[in-house]
């Protein structure tokens, strides 16, 4: 930086122009097209497992219903809108970063990082309550819970305008087995799913062999094999997913900072801008993640 | 509303500080996502795969793309953007829609095995 000033004529140039650039406009531009393909990166990155989905569930919707009945829909939901007001305030950050505001950059900023922490949190319960019911994919992870030594307890929430029926199942569900060896574990009642599908007559050509043993019954630990798959597909996107939001959390803490000591201005809040790419991307994977994993079943149960 | 979105357009080539579209802007796409968050939500109890197989799925689907073309045009300012931005946006989408395609045109005519 010794050369700046040698390498410039007296004309004014703002101070956030890096030298390769005509003009700030220049200068966004690049950063944003640079940005944008990063991000269509990203979106190959998450399609690869969303085509993982696609050719599972188009084989076994049965079996992926049937996951999708075990994880709670509430804090689902709770953490879409978590992430919804995460992403409106990112928004008004870029919004008062243009105006050179200061003060509510800051403030934007903590509650963004704040409803990205609520988001990992929530995040947190939830894995917390598939490792006690038997859950995690790979057997031997789970908790361990000895013969007789298994209650009835009620974790998940009840809300208000569940309908009574749905409630009940509700509580079934929570039920939670003895599991010696903490393996993977699915419960008998998973199975009326698929004795419903028989019933209706709308099993897939790939379902009809692969729930059933030789003797044309449901094999409940064939069947168990494919809801794992779905486990393996929820416990990899949505763990990926809060990787990207602890990354973004990083992001945050420096843009933090950087709105700390006033960097930005209305000629320069390129990196606000490009941090709040990131942030909107990783909102709009959830929005996809949400009713793909959490919604797929709720119409079975009455 | 349309009105007033054009302005900001046109201001915002005259000024560095462009506005988009504001506070009250923003808080009619949040609102748009927070109802779209709701919508998703009672829809999934309602047994819609009686029309034909797959509408509920459908129907969470077509929520979640318009979530996402709201905030891909707003929240992401792509409206404003370069044409090279709405070309990079949009390529991203086709090629992920040539992977879903191409994988499934696979999986879809083969016998069907288990894995």
């Known amino acids: ?302 | 509303m349309a009105n007033y979105l054009s302005e900001e357009h046109i201001e915002g080539h005259e000024h560095e500080d462009q506005e988009h579209i504001g506070i009250p802007g923003y808080l009619v796409v949040f609102g748009i996502l927070v109802v779209g968050t709701i919508l998703t939500y009672f829809t999934s109890f309602l047994d819609l795969d009686k029309i034909f197989a797959g509408a509920n799925t459908l129907l969470a689907l077509l929520i979640a793309f318009t979530k996402m073309t709201v905030v891909v045009l707003y929240f992401m300012h792509v409206r404003w953007s370069s044409r090279l931005v709405w070309l990079t946006a949009i390529a991203g989408f086709f090629w992920l829609a040539i992977m879903f395609a191409f994988t499934m045109q696979d999986y879809l005519t083969r016998s069907s095995g288990t894995f």
Do not use: C
Not at chain 1, 51 to 67: D, Q
Not at chain 1, 94 to 116: D, P
Not at chain 1, 187 to 216: H, R
């Open chain 1, 1 to 302: 930086m010794a050369n700046h000033a040698d390498t410039h004529d007296d004309h004014y140039h703002p101070p956030g122009l890096q030298h390769q650039f005509d003009d700030m406009k220049q200068q966004m531009d690049s950063v944003t097209i640079g940005m944008w393909a990063f991000l269509v990166q990203e979106i190959m990155f998450f399609g690869g497992l969303f085509t993982v989905y696609l050719v599972f569930r188009s084989r076994y919707p049965m079996a992926f219903a049937a996951g999708s009945n075990h994880l709670d829909p509430f804090w689902g939901g709770l953490n879409t809108l978590v992430l919804i007001v995460s992403s409106l305030t990112m928004a008004l950050t870029v919004y008062y970063a243009q105006k050179g505001n200061r003060n509510m950059q800051v403030i934007l900023i903590v509650l963004t990082m704040l409803f990205g922490t609520v988001f990992l949190g929530v995040k947190a319960v939830e894995y917390n309550d598939k490792y006690n019911h038997g859950l995690i994919p790979v057997n031997g992870w789970n908790k361990k819970i000895k013969e007789g030594e298994h209650t009835t307890e009620k974790s998940s929430l009840t809300l208000p305008f569940e309908t009574k029926v749905s409630a009940a199942s509700e509580e079934g569900k929570t039920e939670v087995h003895a599991n010696p060896k903490g393996n993977f574990q699915i419960e008998d009642k998973d199975l009326e799913l698929v004795q419903n599908a028989v019933n209706g007559n709308y099993l897939t050509q790939s379902e009809k062999i692969g729930y059933f043993n030789a003797n044309n019954e449901i094999d409940k630990g064939m069947f168990t094999g494919k809801v794992q798959i779905f486990f393996w597909i929820y416990f990899v996107m949505t763990g990926l997913h809060a990787l990207h939001m602890i990354i973004g959390l990083g992001v945050m803490l420096w843009l933090l900072w950087m709105a700390w000591r006033g960097t930005f201005t209305a000629q320069y809040f390129a990196p606000v801008e490009i941090a709040g790419l990131y942030w909107h991307f990783v909102d709009i994977v959830w929005i996809f993640l949400f009713p793909l994993l959490y919604l797929l079943g709720r119409h079975f149960l009455h």
